[in-house]
């Protein structure tokens, strides 16, 4: 018996597949973020994905992706963000949702006192969570 040889020309490598472009946030964004995140109590800056992020107990609540500030939140907060503020759900590429975060819709961005009501939501939901350690690779 002989194996039949594949046609592997047919099959999509992932290798084939474009990555999306991901742009620079503007600046007065990354300040916003800043301000916005130092005021809460544990709070870590780091990066993820390139962009900067807040982190509580080891654990990411917020963070900025391109044009927009993202949040970590629980099962009630995420549904009544995409209904009271019109949030939608996170996919850093498309069809890879990121469940439990929403992308912060621009005017509650520009509300200092909305965006803080928000990361404080999301800041105490990462809070509940187990301390993890973090290591620097």
Known sequence: YEIPKR??????CSSDLAMPK???????LVSLFAKATEKLPGVQS???????AAFVNGHMFAGVFQA??????SEGDLA????AINAELFEPTPG?????????????????KLLGDWLKRGHAFASTMPA???TKA
């Open 22 to 28: 991901w742009t620079k946030p503007p600046d007065a």
């Open 132 to 134: 993890k350690p973090w």
């Open 96 to 112: 890879r949702v990121m469940r439990e975060y929403v992308v912060v819709p621009n005017a509650v961005v520009q509300s200092s």
């Open 68 to 73: 927009s500030v993202i949040l970590r939140l």
């Open 7 to 12: 046609d592997w020309s047919s099959d999509v």
């Open 46 to 52: 780091r990066r993820m994905f390139g962009y900067p």
């Open 80 to 83: 009544a963000a995409r209904v």
